[in-house]
């Protein structure tokens, strides 16, 4: 499976679980929108990946810190 068709349905499991996620190409920007600070986040999101990826054994995901396009109309979900 490619690895854009990996982000887009991790960009949607995420949603489904109340988070502001989407994905570009094989890029995905996901934020938690209760989350005290961004460790908390992080913890909280890692906990959400962890969970779909135990489906998807073999996705290959790098977490980075980033800074989420401006342009939320050119993002996709």
């Known amino acids: 499976m490619s690895s854009r068709i990996l982000a887009e349905q991790l960009a949607a499991y995420l949603c489904e679980q109340g988070y502001d996620a ?17 460790t908390e986040e992080r913890l909280v999101l890692g906990g959400a990946i962890a969970m779909w ?20 109309s050119s993002r996709s979900a």
Not at 22 to 30: D, P, V
Not at 57 to 72: H, S, W
């Open 22 to 38: 989407s994905s570009r190409a094989r890029h995905l920007w996901a934020a938690h929108p209760i989350a005290a600070d961004p």
């Open 53 to 72: 990826r135990r489906e998807h054994p073999d996705a290959r995901i790098d977490p980075v810190d980033y800074e989420p396009p401006t342009d939320r």
